[in-house]
């Protein structure tokens, strides 16, 4: 089955600088790679994904980048505000089912 | 935050004791799911469910069972046989011709004592 690696496990940056979280996958048939931010005590929503046919995505201040040839895929937050400190999932689906990573914790420091 | 809710917030639970975790949606959506969350270990899949009265298991179902009777539920029996109950469940949904996304409920946590 689908296994996903995320990294780092927690990550702290400075207000206004920007956060990058990493995840691998094993499947070269996964095709759809959403990620999910998870604020203290509240459920999960999804932010942002992207599809095996594109290699980038934005919306504001986030982007996801896609490397199928290398089975990877990043999580890039520009401009960060202390509303960004969550726990972040990567995931990925080549179909119903979604493998998640273990999550990271990110922290902002004002 | 409506759409789908799981019922109730907290739990306690006695060591031995079967319990049911409640999950409902108004979505219209056909997809259902059940991930536990335990700290560090992201969101693992107990069962889902793709159609009523279908459901598949998912990567740890030793100890947990499920049924769905109508499209709107998708309850989650905890049995005796789950050697570590305590955790935080997750309840979603998902259209099931749609890209993937789920939409999860607020969670359960379930403590066993």
Redesign the interface.
């Known amino acids: ?1 689908e296994n996903v690696e ?1 990294h780092p ?1 927690t990550l702290s940056v400075q207000e206004g600088d920007s956060a990058v979280i990493k995840c691998t996958y094993s499947d070269s048939a996964s095709n ?1 790679f ?1 990620w999910y931010k998870q604020e203290l005590g ?5 932010i942002i ?1 992207i ?1 095996s046919n594109v290699g980038e995505k934005k919306d504001q201040r986030i982007a996801v980048t896609l490397n199928k040839t290398a089975k990877h895929f990043s999580l890039h937050i520009t401009e960060t505000q202390p509303e960004d400190s969550a726990v972040y ?1 990567c995931a990925a ?1 080549m ?9 990271t914790r990110l922290t902002i420091i004002p | 935050d409506g759409g789908i809710t799981q019922s109730p917030k907290y739990l306690f639970r006695k060591e031995g004791q079967n319990v049911t975790l409640s999950c409902e949606q108004n979505l219209n959506h056909d997809a259902m799911y059940w991930y536990r969350q335990d700290p560090g270990q992201g969101l693992r899949l107990i069962y889902y469910s793709q159609i009523v009265n279908d459901f598949q298991k998912g990567d740890i179902a030793e100890g947990y069972s499920v049924s769905r009777e109508k499209k709107e539920s998708f309850p989650l029996t905890v049995t005796s046989a789950q050697k570590n109950p305590t955790a935080f469940y997750l309840c979603a949904s998902s259209p099931r011709l749609s890209h993937n996304e789920q939409f999860f409920g607020p969670g359960t946590r379930l403590t066993v004592l």
Do not use: A
Not at chain 1, 42 to 46: D, E, H, M
Not at chain 1, 95 to 103: A, D, N, R, V
């Open positions: 089955g995320q496990s759809y959403p509240k459920r999960p929503q999804l994904d599809r999932f689906s179909g119903e089912k979604l493998t998640f990573g273990t999550g």
